[in-house]
């Protein structure tokens, strides 16, 4: 199905499962640099040390591009139809418009 002729509701619940996807991605990213597989080891939760996955700074780079694709993804999805594409298809009975 082509995504021009999603409804607005299926467009937003489409941005919003998206969203989600790349949230799991983006913890599974930093998750995955981390040495210690996401077990508590006795460390304190604020210790930003090189030897324990991500610069705090290359997380924020790679949140920073995961929510940039979602706004363009956004932008995509829910831009509005051309004049040009409208009037076709409300006059082309063969592409589903009212007549």
Do not use: C, Y
């Not at 499962?17 to 210690?36: M, N, Y």
């Amino acid at each position: 199905m082509p995504l021009r002729r999603l409804t607005l509701r299926q467009r937003i619940v489409l941005l919003v499962a998206l969203g989600a996807a790349l949230w799991v991605l983006g913890q599974w990213v930093i998750e995955q640099a981390s040495p210690f597989g996401g077990f508590w080891t006795g460390t304190a939760p604020l210790n930003s040390s090189p030897d324990f996955g991500l610069h705090p700074w290359v997380q924020a780079v790679l949140w920073l591009i995961l929510i940039a694709v979602w706004t363009i993804a956004a932008l995509l999805l829910l831009r509005e139809p051309k004049r040009e594409t409208l009037e076709t298809q409300e006059g082309d009975p063969m592409e589903g418009g009212n007549q």
